[in-house]
């Protein structure tokens, strides 16, 4: 089937301003992670779900940034109140289960002015 | 916590071999392998899962020494498509990326 999509693929935002991004997993996966990737840097590890669950939060940034997956499919990192510091590529990536390879999506490329 | 890659950087001619290495100060369950290039996604490369293990794709290979928790990465004979940054990934609950070696693949 489809990869992992996200949408939307670049966005500008200014200072101050709320964000969404979104992830769509390839169907079934039940492990999800978004990662931030800086420019000329690996991709920093973010947060993960299992399902709708959210296992570990722990490279979230900030009380800024928050992440959620209600049915266990689609997810949304949040951004609120963004800063230039958080502007980067977000990537999504999904996994049929923990432990197992990552099948990543293009990113989302985040400017914030 | 975050591995450590060697070289930051190499360039190549089309047909020479190099390694990267991975090394973590943190016991290490598995380690991944993902190459991306620029402007795209991080691409699967393998998956060590445990220590001693060697795998291959193509002619490109890996090991993983669970004892110096390290893993390296061994490319062959190089092509031009092999141009890109190398990651490595360690398993532990959550996916830990390397700094990234950049490889430049000339003809």
Known sequence: GAGVSQ???YKVAKRGQDVALRCDPISGHVSLFWYQQALG????????FQNEAQLDKSGLPSDRFFAERPEGSVSTLKIQRTQQ???AVYLCASSPRMGTRRYFGPGTRLTVT | QQPVQSPQAVILREGEDAVIN????????????????????????????????????E??????????????????????SYSGTYFCGTEGGKLIFGQGTELSVKP
């Open chain 2, 22 to 57: 991975c090394s973590s100060s943190k016991a290490l369950y598995s380690v991944h392998w993902y190459r991306q290039k620029h402007g795209e996604a991080p691409v699967f490369l393998m998956i060590l899962l445990k220590g001693g293990e060697q795998k291959g794709h």
């Open chain 1, 41 to 48: 840097q690996g991709p920093e590890f973010l947060t993960y």
């Open chain 1, 7 to 9: 949408s939307p693929r």
């Open chain 2, 59 to 80: 002619k490109i290979s890996a090991s993983f020494n669970e004892k110096k928790q390290q893993s390296s990465l061994y490319l062959t004979a190089s092509q031009l």
């Open chain 1, 85 to 87: 510091e958080d502007s």
